[in-house]
């Protein structure tokens, strides 16, 4: 079957078509400063913007590592201007752990499957089509300024901070910004609702150092730098962080007891958050520090005892807590292993309340009444840390109406990623109906 018959069999709007193209660009962003294919799509993006009667600009921080910037000039020109963006890179995929091409952009069951259907090729797509049902209709509200960052799976060091700081006359004027990971629905006690995204954790991405005595391998040796490095990865591994509710996750949780009719005072937000089902898996990591061990690297021969091991640690901490954390850990694991920082990023708490988030719970209000709009902590991050330097106040909302059963959370990094065709139909007019009016 051709991709054009396969268009007309599923009727696909233009949000999928976009998608699918994007997800066939190998955009993967290995970190370290390797990637592929940004710049591919970054110049797919260009012309797309181009198509509709903007001035696109391409930045390259590096070889291969472009970001696109539209500016698009609203109807009232004294509101602060909103920052739209999303991030064209994606994580790995190993092939021969998905049942379909990662990059084959497949289309079954009624969602388009690939990495970057949800992280977020998606929001890339429906940001091209409604900003064209908006420029069609008369124009936005305010001045948009449209952003395709890369880089962000690294941390944007080549993508939103490099534009930041080098270039903050992009963003002149914006105030507020929107993008991934948020605004997609959640059903609790067979009740749909929405998660807006009105923070996330700071970031620490560490590594482990451990040093000891090259040797052969058949010595007795307690100067090892692998068995020191492995008591440190086993003892951050096993932490078990406090509970810890913010302003954002006491409100997240009152609301989601509501929901599902029970008393927050007697039944704990651990229990709450995981009786969400499928969501729970990114409300419960909101609720504590996280340090997640996630790569090793060690050794060069079977019986050599190498003099030096490492491990990356991924550390998703609340927000001015970095150093504390850091600090904490260097205790548990003594002085024989040492940490290192390889990257750090502030953590957002932004208002729940005020004239955004109510277009925003407007907007969906108009396509799914009645569902109430929660805000919630990302456990992750996003570009809007960037964007904070310039005092830009970053949201997640890229609104999908998701089946109740589909596990959303598991799609991010995660094997098989897909996302329903109506809910790129749902979230362009949604994101339409924000940029007209707000």
């Known amino acids: 079957m051709t991709e054009a018959q396969n268009d007309a069999e599923f009727a696909l709007d233009e949000t999928a078509i976009i998608t699918r193209e994007l997800i066939q660009m190998n955009t993967t962003n290995y970190g370290d400063g390797v990637s592929n294919g940004e710049t591919e799509a970054a110049e797919y993006v260009e012309a797309k913007l181009r198509a509709l009667g903007l001035e696109p600009q391409l930045f390259d921080a590096a070889p291969g590592r472009t970001s696109v910037v539209a500016r ?19 994580v790995p995929a190993e092939p021969e752990n998905w049942s379909v091409d990662p990059f084959g952009g497949v289309i079954k069951d009624g969602m388009i499957w690939g990495r970057g259907a949800v992280d977020m090729k998606n929001m890339d797509a429906m940001i091209l089509t409604s900003l064209a049902d908006v420029l069609e209709r008369g124009g936005p509200e305010r001045d948009l300024v449209i952003a395709f960052f890369s880089d962000e ?14 270039h903050p006359h992009l963003f002149a004027g914006a105030t507020e910004a929107i993008s991934e990971v948020g605004g ?3 059903t609790v006690n067979d009740k749909r609702a929405y998660l807006l995204q009105t923070g996330e954790k700071a970031l620490v991405w560490a ?18 730098a692998v068995t020191k490095l492995a008591r440190a990865v086993a003892a951050i591994g096993s932490i078990q962080w406090p509970v810890r509710l913010t302003d954002t996750t006491e409100a997240l949780i009152a609301s989601l007891a509501g929901m599902l009719g029970v008393d927050p005072q007697r039944v704990g937000p651990e229990e709450i958050a995981l ?51 850091v600090a904490q850990l260097q205790a548990l694991i003594g002085d024989d292993v040492r940490i290192e920082i390889s990257h750090q990023d502030v953590g957002i708490e932004n208002p729940a309340t005020g004239t955004l988030v109510d277009a925003v719970t407007a907007a969906l209000g ?35 109406k998701l089946p109740a059963d589909l596990d959303f959370p598991a799609m991010f990094h995660g094997v098989d990623e897909r996302v329903p065709l109506d809910a790129l139909v749902f979230g362009r007019a949604v994101l339409t109906d924000l940029l007209l009016d707000y």
């Open 275 to 325: 009786a969400t089902g499928p969501a729970g898996a990114f409300i419960h990591a909101s609720l504590r520090t996280t340090s997640n061990p996630t790569m090793l690297s060690a050794g060069y021969k079977h019986n050599v005892i190498p003099d030096r091991a490492e491990a990356r640690i991924d550390i998703r901490c609340f927000p001015g807590e970095e150093a504390e954390v």
């Open 153 to 166: 799976e690294n941390g944007g060091i080549f993508g939103s901070h490099y534009l930041v700081d080098n």
């Open 366 to 400: 108009k396509h799914d009444p009645g569902a109430p709009v929660l805000p919630y902590l990302l456990a992750a991050g996003t570009d809007n840390k960037a964007l904070s330097k310039l005092d830009i106040a970053g949201y997640g909302f890229a609104p999908l």
């Open 207 to 224: 590594k482990l150092v451990a040093t000891g005595t090259a040797a052969h391998g058949s010595r007795v040796l307690e100067d090892n």
């Open 184 to 186: 997609y629905s959640v």
């Open 72 to 90: 698009v000039a609203g109807r009232n020109r004294d509101k602060g201007a909103l920052v739209v963006h999303g991030h064209l890179d994606v």
